[in-house]
């Protein structure tokens, strides 16, 4: 079954007849229209037509700025739909992904997804070592700075406060305080002993 998706930004937008009358002359028996910008993800017309998709089913659009602006969702969409055995066809720029050369096609956009997935991995392991030459230590920042850890370690380890009250008191839990009192041990030559 071919199923045609349309997408206008603003119910207001002139040419949704026309590309509903593309649609239809396309061999689409069923249309599903959206009111959404092509930015947005959350597309729940989209997202209902994609997960409702079955083996042979074409999803048809009459330009790839139909289903979105940016080239690695439209990547991530194609590879959705042909995970669902289905078909993709774009009138505008004459693009499908049936037979032989829509397989080849396939291919080769599942080969620009898995490039720009190493891609990002580099990147992101790049910057990681860039973060860690200038000092920086990856992670969630620490709630409490040096001092109040300070404060707190001493305070148990004196007596003068248990590990509940200090983790009420500074909005931690009590693991928490455990391993800042086993680190100030630690860092002091104490030795470890249960808090």
């Known amino acids: 079954m071919q199923i045609g998706y349309a997408r206008i930004s ?6 949704i007849d ?3 009358h593309d649609l239809r002359s396309a061999g689409c028996e069923s249309i599903v229209i959206e009111a959404a910008s092509a930015g947005r993800w959350d597309r729940p017309e989209l997202h209902h037509l994609l997960d409702g998709l079955s083996p042979g ?3 048809v659009v009459t330009g790839l700025d139909q289903l979105s602006r940016s080239f690695k969702e439209v990547l991530h969409l194609l590879d959705r739909i042909a995970r669902a055995g289905a078909g993709f066809r774009s009138l505008a720029e004459g693009i499908e992904t049936m037979g ?4 080849m096609l396939m291919r080769m956009i599942g080969s620009f997804a898995a ?8 990147r992101t392991g790049a910057g990681l070592v860039k973060a860690r030459a200038a000092g920086r230590i990856g992670g969630r920042r620490r709630k ?3 001092k109040q850890r300070r404060e707190i370690a ?3 380890l004196s007596g003068d406060r248990t590990g509940a009250e200090m983790a009420r008191q500074h909005g931690i839990s009590q693991p928490t305080v455990s391993r800042i ?6 860092s002091a030559g104490l030795g470890q002993r249960s808090v």
């Open 154 to 156: 001493e305070s148990i």
């Open 10 to 15: 603003r119910p207001d937008e002139t040419g």
């Open 181 to 186: 009192v086993a680190e100030h041990r630690l």
């Open 57 to 59: 089913d074409v999803v």
């Open 18 to 20: 026309r590309r509903l």
């Open 115 to 122: 490039f720009e997935r190493v891609m990002l991995l580099e």
């Open 100 to 103: 032989p050369a829509g397989h």
């Open 144 to 146: 409490l700075d040096a």
